[in-house]
């Protein structure tokens, strides 16, 4: 079965660095999201992308986060400055196309980011 | 805004034991209803989903939901549970409402330990 895939399983980074995260979606799948999850907490809506745009993105998602379909394959998100409270397990999630929200999001195995 | 809550953070079983984790949210319109499950090391996977119909949805594994309205609720059940259940387990809603690509609002999550 396909399955989403991320790099990389972990990473740990200065506070103050840019990051870069990379999720590839199910092949024929067209929108894409990113969600968090920080230890402890909830999983939370970031941002979602469609056609090579934002679709919708949470107040979480400021301008120190972008988002990326670089390739016909890659879905990638920057942190452009990381600061200690964006450590957090990253997960990217996707659907074959929208359907009212019935539409069952795959998820990728997550990166768990550390930020010191 | 929507919002989910699962009121048990952990529970503790013996494999045959019944299993049921409590889920209620908060939302004006009408929801569509998932459970997914995490095993560990591995990514989410969906369970079983909740659009319309009959209120009792089965799943996978043996799982199955049932959706009260009146309640808010969609509880998860599993008649006997296996060593293999253990994992942690998060009730998520979107909204009918969006035309597309809705956002998933996720509970705090239950972490199910099954002892053998």
């Known amino acids: 079965e396909p399955e989403v895939t991320q790099t990389p399983s972990h990473q740990v980074t200065q506070m103050g660095q840019e990051v870069i995260l990379r999720c590839v979606p199910i092949s024929n799948h067209l929108y894409f999201y990113w969600y968090r999850q920080i230890l402890g907490q909830k999983v939370e809506f970031l941002v979602s992308?469609?056609?090579?745009?934002?679709?919708?993105k949470s107040e979480i998602f400021d301008d120190q986060f972008s988002v990326e379909r670089p390739d016909g394959s890659n879905f990638t998100l920057k942190i452009r400055s990381t600061k200690l409270e964006d450590s957090a397990m990253y997960f990217c999630?996707?659907?074959?196309?929208?359907?009212?929200?019935?539409?069952?999001?795959?998820f990728g195995p997550g990166t768990r980011l550390l930020v010191l | 805004a929507q919002s989910v809550s699962q009121h048990n953070h952990h529970v503790i079983l013996s494999e045959a034991a019944s299993l049921e984790l409590g889920c209620n949210y908060s939302?004006?319109?009408?929801?569509?209803l998932f459970w997914y499950v995490q095993y560990p090391g591995q990514h989410l996977q969906l369970l079983l989903k909740?659009?319309?119909?009959?209120?009792l949805v089965k799943g996978i594994k043996g799982f199955e939901a049932e959706f009260i309205k009146s309640k808010f609720s969609f509880n998860l059940r599993k008649p006997s549970v296996q060593w293999s259940d253990t994992a942690e387990y998060f009730c998520?809603?979107?909204?009918?409402?969006?035309?597309?690509?809705?956002?998933?609002?996720f509970g705090g999550g239950t972490r199910v330990l099954v002892k053998p």
């Open positions: 998520a809603v979107n909204s009918q409402i969006k035309a597309a690509g809705n956002k998933l609002t």
């Open positions: 999630a996707s659907i074959n196309r929208p359907s009212g929200g019935r539409e069952t999001q795959y």
């Open positions: 992308f469609y056609n090579n745009e934002i679709s919708e």
């Open positions: 909740y659009f319309s119909g009959d209120p």
């Open positions: 939302y004006g319109g009408t929801v569509n």
